[in-house]
């Protein structure tokens, strides 16, 4: 039996700390991981939790990512709760598992910690390994500090496992932003976290060696098209448990979590959306420019998939500009989170919005309150013409000339 | 394709996580209709494996390595009063071509070969390599 972590009402933690803690008080069965930068502290601390005998199950040392998602996916199919961590490289080599998980529809619940990917090397946080993974068929959280990236977490269990979701879940935060950054993290203690989780559920596991079962079976032209189908349904209606569960953590907690998060989004002319740690400095920004007088707000997914486009569009019906923010290297088009709201916002009936790109932030960017100040003056310019008069996707803090796409 | 179309169902119906049960009832070992029992490849065979009894001394081999359980095998006392199982044939309904028979066949001249799929067996054993 695991011992009891004796945790104080307010913690000092580093993002990652407070996911290795939330993966601790879940009681994990199987957690393989092949560390990195800079996640590496999650899996680090976690199996200093497991020598120190904080933690029941198994800790499996693999030889690279694709090994360790692969030995998840096999504890998983064996029938136990199973976790993992990664970042940026180690992600893109996991990218090939990851769609085993979920089509055979095994709630892993993986803590990624963004960063860019190579080349050039780089270690610090963008969202280039969050996006790469969006049509592997997992759900994606987004935490922009140390509490949400605990919190997240062990919502990410009882979303997974849900009988009406079973998917793998990842749970994103910034590189260093959020991962090395103490902050101050209310944690619950460990009877409570445990009870909110609940008693793993397994479903088909290979470990009933009775009613043996095939994982991984192979499905043709009559088969695939009905598998996949089925299983995107499921992470289509995965929202509802979302929010059920959110909702149930408010009660425990206090602390409420939406679908897509608002900030003076309510008589905003100008909005701006955006993933991750940036909220938080955009919040700021907000605040400075309804100073001067811009009506500004802020929209964040809290998902990035399944998207919740009918919710984003809902909290942007009343806005005449919006900017939408990416932290990823677009290559050869514009961001993700341009599209997804662009699509969000036709499929709703308001294609009158005036709607532009920003790239920021890559391989760790600095991005102030100034830049998004910045970027709100201009979004504001395109709400006052009553058209866009700037440039359809725009850099910020980029050294050298200025640099845009229209 | 080789499912038989009463086993194909809809996208609301399909197997959870395309996990198939090998029994629909473990406890009186049941075949489901998911069991690879029930399954052809068949049709993936561009070439067929031919089997000459003149040859085949038994070894089983063949039986133990085809991954589709094609040969077909009679029970039999040899003879010092044992029983054997003999090679008798190949299922052709559940052979897919690979090979591997004639590869682990140890008989100085082959029991098994591969011939094309639209020669005739008797053609194929006419044309077996001799002795020299």
């Known amino acids: 039996m695991a011992l009891k972590y004796e945790l104080k009402q307010k913690e000092v933690w580093d993002g990652n700390m407070a996911a290795a803690h939330a993966l601790r008080q879940a009681q994990v069965d199987v957690v393989a991981a092949y560390p990195i930068t800079p996640s590496t502290p999650i899996v680090q601390n976690y199996s200093q939790f497991l020598a120190d005998g904080y933690v029941d199950g198994e800790f499996v040392m693999v030889e690279s990512e694709h090994s360790a998602m692969s030995a998840c996916v096999g504890a998983a199919a064996a029938g136990g709760r199973v976790a993992t961590a990664t970042s940026s490289q180690g992600y893109a080599l996991m990218v090939e598992v990851l769609y085993q998980a979920s089509g055979m529809r095994l709630p892993i619940v993986m803590t990624v910690v963004n960063r ?49 979701v079973r998917l793998p879940v990842t749970t994103n935060q910034d590189g260093f932003l959020v991962s090395h950054t103490a902050q101050v993290v209310e944690p619950l203690q460990d009877e409570d976290a445990y009870k909110f989780v609940g008693e793993y559920k397994a479903k088909n596991p290979m470990l009933d060696t009775k009613n043996p079962v095939t994982y991984g079976a192979q499905t043709e032209e009559e088969w695939h098209f009905e598998h996949k189908a089925n299983q995107h349904k499921a992470l289509m209606e995965s929202p509802k448990v979302v929010k059920e569960v959110f909702d149930e953590f408010e009660k425990l907690t206090g602390r409420k979590y939406n679908l897509v998060e608002s900030y003076k989004i309510e008589d905003a002319d100008v909005a701006l959306v955006l993933m991750g740690s940036a909220y938080e400095t955009a919040i700021l920004a907000v605040d400075k420019a309804r100073e001067e007088g811009i009506k500004v707000g802020l929209v964040m997914p809290r998902m990035f998939r399944p998207f919740p486009y009918n919710e984003l569009a809902e909290k942007l019906k009343n806005v005449k500009a919006i900017a939408a923010l990416d932290r990823s290297a677009p290559m050869g088009t514009t961001g993700a989170l341009y599209n997804e709201t662009a699509g969000a916002l036709m499929a709703n009936g308001y294609g009158d919005k005036i709607i532009t790109n920003y790239i920021y932030g890559l391989g760790g960017r600095d991005t102030t309150v100034e830049h998004i100040l910045e970027v709100i003056r201009e979004t504001n310019e395109n709400a006052k013409a009553g058209k866009r008069v700037t440039d359809l996707q725009g850099f910020i803090n980029l050294r050298g000339p200025k640099l845009s796409f229209n | 394709m080789a499912t038989p179309k009463e086993m194909l169902t809809t996208w609301d119906e399909v197997q959870f996580g395309a996990v198939l049960p090998a029994f629909e009832d473990p406890e009186h070992k049941k075949r489901s209709k998911f069991h690879s029992y029930n399954y052809t490849v068949a049709d993936w065979r561009v070439e067929k494996p031919v089997f000459n009894r ?26 010092r009063g044992k029983k054997q199982a003999k090679i008798v044939g190949i299922n052709y309904n559940l052979c897919k071509g690979c090979a591997v028979c004639v590869e682990v066949c140890p008989t100085p001249i082959k029991s098994l070969l591969m011939f094309p799929e639209y020669m005739d067996n008797e053609e194929a054993l006419k044309q077996w390599p001799k002795k020299d």
């Open chain 2, 54 to 79: 003149e040859l085949c001394i038994d070894c089983d081999f063949c039986w133990v390595s085809c991954p589709d359980s094609c040969f077909l095998v009679e029970e039999v006392l040899n003879k």
């Open chain 1, 116 to 164: 860019a990917l190579a080349s050039p090397l780089n270690i610090h946080g963008d969202h280039s390994d969050m996006y790469l993974g969006r049509d592997a068929g997992w759900i994606h959280l987004v935490a922009n500090n140390p509490q949400e990236a605990y919190d997240l977490t062990l919502c990410a269990f009882r979303i997974g496992e849900d009988e009406r």
